[in-house]
């Protein structure tokens, strides 16, 4: 393929919120989907306050939502309130969700790419995620991401032949940052002792979404056995290996289940096995699960 016969996949009619950085990944989409007539586009810019000069980004976005007609929205973070990725990620989206609601859209569309689905799943298998964290990036019917079959490297060059602008923001560059390391350091070193290492982790990926669709079909089957409150005598029933996937869905459908290790679930399927009524197990991200003589409930704490 030309790189400038680049294009996606029409998005179907209404509106939409995008996230613009001003880098060249969102850059790039946003051009490709301005040539999409049907849909109407909100571009919204999240400032993390985490280096100096971000509004100049901020006023590059601005600029170029103006040169397209799209309306701009825009919020900046309080300076020294974000101190990592994960806090930085969690405010971007809230950002995004709460823009979505606002203006009443569809769904939100970001710039995500190849190189993010390699080192999304690359960074999920060093944590100990199980399986699922190698389909994790991938499009959903609120958020849509109409780059993942294209390279860093593509996106560059479209942008070059199509004389798009776009800002760099230097933190990119900072290995310090664990995204950043697995994309300066790791992945390069893994794909020049093997040329095919992106093209095997890929196919690998796409045999597990095929299969993805028919675990979770299965799975709901099981949730409908046992019950809405989780009833343990049939929990305890289940291989080990199905009980960790049904651990695993019920922690994932709690937008703050903390950090979602395969030992998080072990932990939580023997707790569910094992437990007197009565016992609570405090999962993280403000969640515990409580065990009752004959269910188990998950809660917030308070």
Not at 36 to 48: N, S, W
Not at 239 to 246: G, L, M
Request: charge should be positive; proline fraction near 3%.
């Amino acid at each position: 393929m030309l790189v400038k016969d680049m294009r996606i996949d029409d998005i179907k009619a209404g509106k939409y919120v995008i996230a613009v950085s001003g880098g060249v990944d969102s850059m790039v989409l946003l051009e490709l989907l301005a040539k999409q007539k049907q849909i109407e586009l909100i571009v919204a810019h999240f400032d993390h306050s985490m280096r100096l000069n971000s509004d100049r980004d901020c006023n590059f976005v601005s600029d170029a939502a103006a040169s397209y007609g799209f309306k701009f929205v825009t919020e900046k973070a309080k300076p020294g309130l974000l101190k990592n990725e994960a806090s930085a990620r969690a405010a971007r989206y809230e950002f995004l969700e709460k823009t979505s609601k606002d203006n009443k859209c569809t769904a939100i569309v970001t710039a995500h790419h190849q190189d993010d689905v390699v080192e999304t799943m690359l960074i999920n298998l060093w944590r100990g995620t199980s399986w699922r964290g190698l389909t994790s990036l991938k499009s959903a019917p609120n958020r849509i991401r109409p780059l993942l079959d294209y390279s860093k490297k593509q996106l560059v060059e479209y942008a070059q032949d199509q004389n798009i602008d776009w800002r760099e923001d230097p933190t990119n560059q900072d290995t310090n940052y664990l995204r950043n390391h697995f994309r300066h350091v790791v992945l390069p070193r893994l794909e020049k002792t093997d040329p095919e290492f992106r093209t095997s982790l890929l196919e690998i990926r796409d045999q597990l979404i095929k299969q993805e669709s028919g675990i979770d079909s299965e799975l709901a089957n099981l949730n409908e056995w046992l019950g809405e409150d989780l009833n343990r005598s049939r929990f305890a029933q289940l291989p080990h290996a199905v009980a960790k996937e049904v651990a695993a869905q019920l922690l994932r459908h709690e937008p703050e289940h903390g950090k979602l290790s395969t030992k998080t679930v072990e932990k939580v399927v023997h707790f569910a096995k094992t437990a007197k009524a009565g016992k609570t197990y405090q999962v993280g991200g403000g969640l515990a699960l409580t065990s009752g003589r004959n269910n188990l409930e998950l809660k917030r704490l308070v």
